[in-house]
């Protein structure tokens, strides 16, 4: 199976700048593509960006658009979260999610077990 470890997460203040890692590792696997969620307190997880393994296709939410980059290391099945210009209102867990094969199963669709990001005002 696939496993996803998620880091860089912290308490920063508004303004400051963040950088989240998420590496995946398992035997014989291959990546379609990794995006990053979040989960405010007291709410549901929402979407934050994506990006394709294929081609380094980039997604973002309105919310972070112009402030976050997501971006990928390929040879160390790596993809990471820069963080710009952080509002209170991006404190949440932030969750890491990726797709792909995996010999002997198939299709894989797995989370981290996030990072806490706090940001305050």
């Known amino acids: 199976q696939v496993q996803l470890v998620e880091s860089g997460g912290g308490l920063v203040q508004a303004g400051d700048s963040l950088r989240l890692s998420c590496a995946a590792s398992?035997?014989?696997?291959?990546?379609?593509?990794m995006a990053w969620f979040r989960q405010p307190p007291g709410k549901e997880r929402e979407y934050v960006a994506s990006?394709?393994?294929?081609?380094?296709?980039?997604s973002y939410s309105n919310s972070v658009k112009g402030r976050f980059t997501i971006s990928s290391d390929n040879s160390k099945n790596t993809a990471y979260l820069q963080m710009n210009s952080l509002k209170p209102d991006d404190t949440a867990v932030y969750y890491c999610?990726?797709?792909?094969?995996?010999?002997?199963?198939?299709?894989?669709?797995?989370w981290g077990q996030g990072t806490q990001v706090t940001v305050s005002s």
């Open positions: 398992g035997r014989t696997f291959t990546i379609y593509g």
């Open positions: 999610n990726a797709e792909g094969w995996v010999a002997g199963r198939g299709d894989y669709d797995v």
């Open positions: 990006i394709s393994w294929t081609g380094g296709t980039t």
